[in-house]
């Protein structure tokens, strides 16, 4: 496993689904983790709990990151704990599906305003942090963003706004060291596809058929790839899009 020993990494919407294991697995390589959360309190204290009863390093963050004032507040709140910022995962997002003809303009500023003007503001607040060292940012896309299915639009079209992001942030930001990478998954089995409907439906079982690799992913495919594109041994990419998906796009 790659060493994040001395690492601080901060792990947005790490509260369920991809993020708390990304949160756990990065802290079982070693670093002191931030579990930044909008609501779930109680799910985002019980990562924290999982991390420090193995002897990890972790703290629970509250904020919407729609707002530059807590986007503020959760760094400084994790400088004053850990000292310093190494890693930024940007999982925190949503995803609402419906035929186009049912968009509403609140629907897209809310998909719009968690999952890509959320990931600006904290990226901006994070490189006031970062060391000269530099650091890995790692955007979470999704598949959907290169394969939008019917009703997926607005969502898909966010992830591709953060892929775009990704590759001139990594342009942009390379000079300072801090490399940025997305990590898109593909269909995952969490708390919200199965309490969606997805996990054991037709649908899921067509999606299985199709994946070259014959299963939906689990959190923790996902996050070991993260542990990777976290660690020195990805010290030479960046702008990647990393597809987490078993094969399909």
Same mark, same amino acid.
């Given at each position: 496993m790659a060493d994040l020993r001395g690492k601080v990494a901060v792990v947005t919407g790490a509260a369920k689904g991809i993020g708390a294991e990304i949160a756990k697995q990065l802290a079982a390589a070693g670093a002191s983790i931030v579990v930044s959360y909008a609501a779930s309190k109680e799910a985002a204290e019980r990562v924290v709990g999982e991390i420090v009863g193995t002897d990890g390093r972790a703290i629970a963050i509250q904020g919407d990151l729609r707002k530059r004032a807590d986007v503020r507040r959760l760094f400084e709140e994790t400088k004053a704990a850990f000292r310093r910022l190494d890693i930024l995962v940007n999982n925190a997002g949503?995803?609402?599906?419906?035929?186009? =003809?049912?968009?509403?303009?609140?629907?897209?500023? %809310?998909?719009?305003?968690? $999952?890509?003007?959320?990931?600006?503001?904290?990226?901006? =607040?994070?490189?006031?942090?970062?060391?000269?060292?530099?650091?890995?940012?790692? $955007?979470?896309?999704?598949?959907?963003?290169?394969?939008?299915?019917?009703?997926?639009?607005?969502?898909?079209?966010?992830?591709?706004?953060?892929?775009?992001?990704?590759?001139?942030?990594?342009? =942009?930001?390379?000079?300072r060291r801090i490399r940025v $990478?997305?990590?898109?998954?593909?269909?995952?089995?969490?708390?919200?596809?199965?309490?969606?409907?997805?996990?054991?439906?037709?649908?899921?079982?067509?999606? !299985?058929?199709?994946?070259?690799?014959?299963?939906?992913?689990?959190? !923790?495919?996902?996050? %070991?790839i993260a542990v990777f594109l976290a660690s020195d041994e990805a010290g030479w990419l960046t702008g990647a899009w990393v597809p987490a998906s078993g094969g399909l796009l």
């Open positions: 949503i995803a609402e599906f419906g035929p186009i =003809e049912a968009v509403t303009e609140d629907q897209y500023h %809310r998909l719009f305003d968690t $999952n890509v003007l959320g990931m600006v503001l904290t990226i901006q =607040e994070a490189l006031a942090y970062f060391g000269p060292d530099g650091g890995s940012v790692i $955007n979470i896309g999704s598949v959907a963003s290169v394969s939008p299915s019917p009703g997926s639009l607005v969502y898909a079209a966010t992830k591709g706004a953060v892929s775009t992001l990704t590759r001139g942030l990594a342009a =942009e930001l390379g000079g $990478n997305t990590l898109a998954p593909g269909p995952v089995e969490t708390e919200g596809t199965r309490s969606a409907g997805l996990i054991g439906s037709d649908l899921a079982k067509q999606l !299985e058929a199709i994946t070259p690799l014959g299963r939906l992913g689990l959190p !923790e495919d996902v996050a %070991r």
